[in-house]
């Protein structure tokens, strides 16, 4: 099965901060990697999918990179709405979906 | 609107069995891949199982930790997605999310894009 290391598993920023994280693979997985958003106590909801591509209504500072094993996530100016916990997700036929351990985001 | 309503939670003893429903409205549910994911408490989420959809034979693939004990039915007719769950274990504990996969033009992505609010599975003794 692919491994999945996401990184950090917490970090506390600034408000207007540049906020990254990142999810490395144990193998290839072309873009199949989506990143996911989960406020306390509620769902988790999609941001990022296909490793760059912004789901409809997400706000543009949202934004994916990567391709192969490695991912980058970032939020370009953090805002107090954004506290919550990020996961990496990948997908493919067999096994279907593998999450990462998650970030937890906090307003310093 | 499309909603995603988990129900069946419970406490149940280790080894006992319970049986999770999911009740889907605003989408036609035979077009969707369904999965379950779960989240233990304070916890990461961890996907469980998935039912493809009526053109892929609604056919059915589950994480190690569950294979052989948990199953995944459907029916659409109810617009409802099941799972039973058998010989469970204190570690099955978590938040159960039944969740619905972007499917367009026959064709399914791996990204979810609806999720309902879940439904909890506690197993103690």
């Known amino acids: 099965d692919v491994q999945m290391t996401q990184s950090p598993s917490s970090l506390s920023a600034s408000v207007g901060d540049r906020v990254t994280i990142t999810c490395q693979t144990s193998?290839?997985?072309?873009?199949?990697l989506n990143w996911y958003q989960q406020k306390p106590g509620k769902a988790p909801k999609v941001l990022i999918y296909?490793?760059?591509k912004l789901e409809i209504g997400v706000p543009p500072r949202f934004s994916g990179t990567g391709s192969g094993t490695h991912f980058t996530f970032t939020i370009s100016s953090l805002q107090p709405e954004d506290i919550g916990t990020y996961y990496c997700?990948?997908?493919?036929?067999?096994?279907?979906?593998?999450f990462g351990g998650g970030t937890k985001v906090e307003i310093k | 609107e499309v909603q995603v309503v988990e129900s069946g939670g419970g406490l149940v003893q280790p080894g006992g069995s319970l049986r999770l429903s999911c009740a889907v409205s605003?989408?036609?549910?035979?077009?969707?891949?369904m999965d379950w994911v779960r989240q233990a408490p304070g916890k990461g989420l961890e996907w469980v199982g998935r039912?493809?959809?009526?053109?892929?034979?609604?056919?059915?693939e589950y994480a190690a930790s569950v294979k052989g004990r948990f199953i995944i039915s459907r029916d659409d007719s109810r617009m409802s997605l099941f799972l039973q769950m058998n010989s469970l274990k204190t570690e099955d504990t978590a938040l159960y999310y039944c969740?619905?996969?972007?499917?367009?033009?026959?064709?399914?992505?791996?990204?979810?894009?609806?999720w309902g609010q879940g439904t909890l599975v506690t197993v103690s003794s």
């Open positions: 969740a619905r996969r972007y499917c367009s033009g026959g064709s399914c992505h791996g990204r979810i894009d609806y």
């Open positions: 039912s493809r959809n009526k053109i892929n034979g609604y056919t059915t």
């Open positions: 605003g989408f036609t549910f035979s077009d969707h891949y």
């Open positions: 193998h290839d997985i072309n873009n199949y």
């Open positions: 296909d490793a760059s």
């Open positions: 997700q990948r997908y493919d036929d067999l096994p279907p979906l593998t």
